[in-house]
């Protein structure tokens, strides 16, 4: 039996901010983990793609407000710098 991925683990190095802040990321951040999964099949952020990371932003997101869509896309910041990788996204407002 798999240990289930610890996304707090995983961010603890890059999570900066208040308490409330840093909450605020891991909540979101097991949301697109889930959301990722459920589509691909993909449990650890280490198997993304940015075209996968962009697919939850453009259409996971599509009812939301612009305050959500900003505050998941720091989120999204987060994971790319825990993940070193290079992506750029079109902030989605």
């Given at each position: ?22 909450k ?31 697919w939850?932003?453009?259409?996971r ?14 989120t ?7 993940l ?10």
């Open positions: 039996m798999r240990k289930p991925f610890d996304m707090e683990l995983f961010l603890a190095g890059v999570l900066t901010g208040s308490h409330v802040t840093r605020r990321h891991l909540r979101q951040a097991r949301i697109i983990q889930k959301e990722i999964a459920e589509r691909w099949q993909l449990e650890t952020p280490w198997a993304w793609q940015r075209k996968h990371v962009e939850f932003l453009v259409h997101l599509t009812q939301h407000s612009k305050a959500t869509k900003y505050y998941y896309f720091l999204v910041r987060v994971l790319i710098r825990r070193e990788k290079s992506w750029k996204f079109k902030q989605i407002l």
